[in-house]
C-alpha cells in the first residue's frame, strides 16, 4: 500500500523528479499541513481496512525523502503503522530515500520503531550522471548507503533510472552489477522519461537531451533482468507505475503501460534461445510454468519469430504448475 509523500524531506529538486505530477498528490514538501494531512488520510484509510478485516498489507512511504523527514514525523508515520501492525492490518514497512540521507544510528533508530526495508534512490553509481542530474552525491556515496541498510538490519532496495543525461545501455548495465553485488533483496528500474515542469524538459526542448527509445530501454532492461535472476535479486517494479492522468504529464521518453511485461518477455527468449542451441536439434517439446504464459511470447507476440527460427512453435509448448521449464 504505498503512502505518498510527494517531495516531503527533498533538500533539492533533482533534474528528472516530478514526484507530485506522477503520483496525482500535492507537493508535501511544505511541511507540516501537507505531511498532517497524510497522515490523517494514512490513519483513516487504515481504520477502513480494519473494520473491513482486510488482508494485512505492507506499507511503503515513498515519493520523497523520508529518513530526512524531522523526527517527530517518521516518529508519527511509524507509530502509526506500529499500532495497526499490533491488531494485524499492517504487515510490514518499508520506506524510500536518498542515498545521502541516510546513517547508521538513525537507520537504527526507525528500525527500532518498526521500519522493515529502506528502498534507496540510487538512480546511477556513476559520478559524471549523478551531478549532470543534480542529485548531489557521488557514486561511492551510493554504495556505502546500500551497505548502512544492510549493516542495520534493514532489507536493502535499490532504484536505479536508467536513461539520465550522460547514460548509456553499456553504463546502465555497470550499474546493475554494482547494485547486485551490493546485496539487495530487490530492485526496481525506472527508465527516464521527461516529466512536464521539470529541469529535464527545459533540457529537452532545447534539444540538450534525447531520451533513450522504448526499444533501447526495454532492450537493457530486459539484459539487467538476466543479471538479477542469476543473483536472486527480486525485481519488483520496471517502468513507471500508471497513475490517471499520467500520460498528459510525460513530454518524451520510454513510457509503456505494458513495460515490465514487454521487458519480461525479452529478457526470458534469450535465456531459452541458448539452451534450445545447446539442444542441437529443433526441440520437440517445452513444458512451461502456468505463471509466465502472459509474457512467454512477448509483448503482442514480438519473441515469437525468434522462437520459430529456433524450431520451437506454438503446438509444440505445453504449461505446467512447476516453476521449472523442461526442454527436450
Ligand atoms: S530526492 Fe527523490 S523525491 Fe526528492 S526531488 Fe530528488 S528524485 Fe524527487
Known amino acids: ?20 505530477a506522477q503520483t496525482g498528490l500535492p ?15 494514512l490513519e ?44 494485524g492490518t499492517v504487515s510490514a514497512v518499508r520506506c524510500s530515500t536518498r542515498p545521502d540521507a541516510v546513517s547508521l544510528p538513525q537507520l537504527a533508530r526507525l528500525k527500532a520503531l518498526g521500519l522493515g526495508a529502506v528502498e534507496l534512490g ?3 553509481f556513476d559520478d559524471e550522471v549523478l551531478a549532470r542530474s543534480l542529485r548531489g552525491y557521488a557514486g561511492a556515496v551510493a554504495s556505502e548507503a546500500c551497505r548502512l541498510v544492510r549493516a542495520a538490519g534493514l532489507e536493502l532496495g535499490i532504484q536505479l533510472l536508467p536513461g539520465l543525461p550522460g547514460h548509456s545501455p553499456a553504463m546502465f548495465m555497470d550499474d546493475v552489477r554494482t547494485a547486485c553485488s551490493l546485496g539487495p533483496s530487490t530492485m526496481r528500474l525506472y527508465p527516464c522519461v521527461v516529466f512536464r515542469g521539470t529541469g529535464l524538459e ?12 522504448l526499444d533501447t530501454a526495454a532492450d537493457a532492461c530486459a539484459e539487467a533482468l538476466g543479471v538479477t535472476w542469476e543473483h536472486g535479486v527480486r525485481v519488483i517494479r520496471m517502468g513507471i507505475a500508471q497513475e490517471p492522468g499520467l500520460e498528459h504529464q ?10 515490465g511485461s514487454m521487458v519480461r518477455g525479452r529478457a526470458l527468449a534469450p535465456l531459452l534461445l541458448r539452451r534450445i542451441a545447446a539442444l542441437g536439434c529443433p526441440p520437440r517439446r517445452l513444458m512451461a510454468p502456468q505463471h509466465v504464459r502472459g509474457e512467454f511470447w512477448g509483448y503482442r507476440g514480438e519473441c515469437k519469430a525468434r522462437y520459430a527460427e529456433a524450431g520451437l512453435t506454438p503446438d509444440a509448448v505445453f504449461w505446467w504448475q512447476a516453476p521449472l521449464f523442461f526442454l527436450q
Open 1 to 20: 500500500m504505498p503512502v505518498f509523500l510527494p517531495f516531503a524531506g527533498c533538500r533539492t529538486r533533482c533534474l528528472y523528479c516530478a514526484s507530485s
Open 27 to 41: 507537493d508535501a514538501a511544505g511541511g507540516d499541513r501537507g505531511l498532517a494531512a497524510a497522515l490523517a488520510s
Open 122 to 124: 540510487v538512480q546511477s
Open 250 to 259: 510525460i513530454v518524451a521518453g520510454p513510457y509503456h503501460p505494458a513495460f
Open 202 to 213: 527545459r533540457l529537452h526542448a532545447r534539444g540538450e537531451y534525447v531520451p533513450w527509445s
Open 44 to 87: 483513516k484509510a487504515l481504520q477502513e481496512r480494519k473494520a473491513r478485516m482486510a488482508p494485512p498489507v505492507e506499507l511503503g512511504f515513498y515519493g520523497g525523502t523520508f529518513t530526512a523527514l524531522p523526527d517527530m514525523w517518521t516518529e508519527r508515520f511509524l507509530a502509526l503503522a506500529a499500532a495497526f501492525r499490533a491488531c
